[in-house]
Nanobody, 129 residues
């Protein structure tokens, strides 16, 4: 089994920052997984936020967070982080960590929920205006 456990969510004021972390454990070769963050608000589909490829060489973000959020990974600690700055009320959501096993040497970044192999349980981020 594979477990992804998120931490770092909370309640902040607009303009403030939060750092989310996700630690993987179990039967996972973390460094061979493409890691991403998604978010979801009630009544809406889960939305891609940020992704990072194996080795950390490639990243991508949804347009609404570019320049404000930074994804990073520490393969030695089986951890992926999401540094969120200049938070806005529209960033309020449950944030989910996601992993996709690399199936070939060249893999696209993980941006679709349907491609996710493993999900975390989610952590709530609430931004007040």
């Amino acid at each position: 089994q594979v477990q992804l456990v998120e931490s770092g969510g909370g309640f902040v004021q607009a303009g403030e920052s939060l750092r989310l972390s996700c630690t993987a454990s179990g039967r996972i070769f973390f460094s061979s997984n493409i890691m991403s963050w998604f978010r979801q608000v009630p009544g809406k589909e889960r939305e891609f936020v940020a992704t990072i490829g194996t080795g950390g060489r490639s990243t991508d973000y949804v347009d609404s967070v570019k320049g404000r959020f930074t994804i990073s990974r520490d393969d030695a600690k089986n951890t992926v982080n999401l540094q969120m700055t200049s938070l806005q009320p529209e960033d309020s959501a449950v944030y989910y960590c996601a992993a996709q096993k690399a199936r070939s040497i060249i893999m696209p970044l993980l941006k679709s929920a349907s491609d996710v192999d493993y999900w975390g349980q989610g952590t709530q981020v609430t931004v007040s205006s």
